[in-house]
């Protein structure tokens, strides 16, 4: 077998308006961690995997459940409302190589912190008695000597204020760019790099070609996604530039907006 199947141990705390904190062990790559619990997607405002106290995953329950349908209600698949996907190594890519480019590769002396933050109880939930329960279990690898690369996930809110062009160039250099989830009324998306544009599309072409992909575009989002061909090591954007890197969404209304980033950074 490639992947080692494992249940974590037992969350630390717990509770409503509280946290579960994990204390993980290190030494194995972690791909894929799965969460189980009896929350809602809204009950869980933040969701942090911190590694030597740089929190590299840092998002919430509805981000999570956002990006597992992306990648796979096309196929038919509905996500069962007490899971929620924590995804390190890529599965949807074509080649092993791929797959494995962004697992978490963990070693001697790491300290890998995985905590859950948990909302208040709905009226159901207080009339209920319901207590909150959460599970972990990790899709594992074996041992790596060294970490080369470290993927991320996270959001950033995206200054937009006027309709049109927007120009976003406070995106840092170096890390490549795994896909890009804008969380606004974006109807056009421009990148530039090296006064280069690397990509151009309107949400409605983009959207027909993540659906011939069996991806499947979730309302209220422009997904720019480069390896929407499954081709990890290809396809991957570089962002390291030698004069300029932009994000430049057009926008229908002004507003800031969250940006969802998947990407994956060289160690030092």
Do not use: C
Not at 53 to 79: C, F, N, P, S, W
Not at 225 to 237: E, G, K, N, Q, W
Not at 248 to 260: E, H, I, K, R, Y
């Amino acid at each position: 077998m490639r992947d080692i199947p494992k249940e974590l141990s037992s969350f630390n705390g717990g509770g409503f308006s509280s946290r579960f904190t994990l204390n993980m062990d290190v030494g194995p790559t972690y791909k894929e961690i799965h969460l189980r619990t009896n929350l809602n997607n809204d009950q869980l405002p933040r969701v942090t995997l911190t590694l030597n106290g740089d929190a590299i995953y840092d998002v919430t329950g509805e981000d999570l459940r956002m990006v597992e349908d992306y990648k796979h209600a096309a196929e038919g698949y509905t996500q069962p409302t007490s899971f929620f996907v924590i995804p390190l190594a890529d599965f949807t890519n074509k080649s092993q190589e791929g797959q494995d480019l962004s697992g978490l590769v963990t070693v001697a002396g790491d300290n890998l912190v995985l905590e859950v933050r948990t909302a208040a109880a709905t009226a159901g939930q207080i009339s209920g008695s319901l207590v909150p329960t959460m599970q972990a279990d990790a899709v594992m690898g074996v041992a790596q000597p060294a970490r080369v690369l470290l993927p991320r996930m996270y959001k950033e809110l995206i200054p937009v204020g006027a309709t049109g062009k927007n120009k976003y160039r406070n995106f840092p250099r170096g890390p490549r760019i795994r896909r890009l989830h804008l969380n606004g009324p974006v109807t056009d998306l421009e990148i530039i790099r090296d006064d280069i544009i690397r990509f151009e599309r309107d949400k409605v072409l983009q959207d027909y070609l993540l659906a011939r992909q069996q991806l499947s575009p979730q309302s209220g989002w422009y997904h720019f996604d480069p390896l929407m061909y499954h081709f990890a090591i290809s396809d991957m954007l570089q962002t390291a530039a030698g004069k300029n890197f932009e994000i430049n969404p057009t926008v229908s209304s002004a507003g800031d907006f969250d940006v969802l980033f998947e990407t994956v950074e060289a160690v030092n």
